[in-house]
T-cell receptor
């Protein structure tokens, strides 16, 4: 089945550690996105990528990094510089810019 | 920038009809999306409006008035499984990435 796969579903991180969230899609979509969701807040855009080897900062990029070495993969690294990383992270993709965005199942990150 | 407003929470009875409103302010308009999100799960796409009027899709309909900066999602014949958060997202002219509102939590009770 085609879709967007995020892993892990649940992740615990110690303060000061970097963690990487995986996102893979087999929809042949060009554009990919990372959002963060906190309770009572809307989805906030962290990074997005229109094509391979290109990505742009979203509204809350500080403390995060991404790469887009392959069309189907867009991993997100939450660095120790991110002051409040505990949140629900959603990866998404669209056929190309301007088309409907579809979401993966999300990853819960908790700092302990 | 954009300002998107939705009610925080609504309750309704199983079998009834509910209308969830979304108002927005934007310097240019380039489409409005509705998503459904069950607790702890990913948002799923419901509808897209770019022209004025009503789009019907089974029990769900979405309406748009660009001149009023207003949209609503209409859910008919409510079922318990419709209890979820409903997210309104607006795409501004010049950008292809929509901005999401905070969502409306709908509680359907028997």
């Amino acid at each position: 089945d085609g879709g967007i796969t995020q892993s892990p579903k649940y992740l615990f991180r110690k303060e000061g550690q970097n963690v990487t969230l995986s996102c893979e899609q087999n929809l042949n979509h060009d554009a990919m996105y990372w959002y963060r969701q906190d309770p009572g807040q809307g989805l906030r855009l962290i990074y997005y990528s229109q094509i391979v080897n290109d990505f742009q900062k979203g509204d809350i990029a500080e403390g995060y990094s991404v790469s887009r070495e392959k069309k189907e993969s867009f991993p997100l690294t939450v660095t120790s510089a991110q002051k409040n990383p505990t949140a629900f992270y959603l990866c998404a993709s669209s056929m190309d810019r301007g088309n409907t965005i579809y979401f993966g199942e999300g990853s819960w990150l908790t700092v302990v | 920038g954009q300002n998107i407003d939705q009610p925080t929470e609504m309750t309704a009875t199983e079998g009834a009809i509910v209308q969830i409103n979304c108002t927005y302010q934007t310097s240019g308009f380039n489409g409005l999306f509705w998503y459904q999100q069950h607790a702890g799960e990913a948002p799923t796409f419901l509808s897209y409006n770019v022209l004025d009027g009503l789009e019907e899709k089974g029990r769900f309909s979405s309406f748009l008035s660009r001149s009023k900066g207003y949209s609503y999602l209409l859910l008919k014949e409510l079922q318990m499984k419709d209890s979820a958060s409903y997210l309104c997202a607006v795409r501004e002219g010049g950008s292809y990435i929509p901005t999401f509102g905070r969502g409306t939590s709908l509680i359907v009770h028997p």
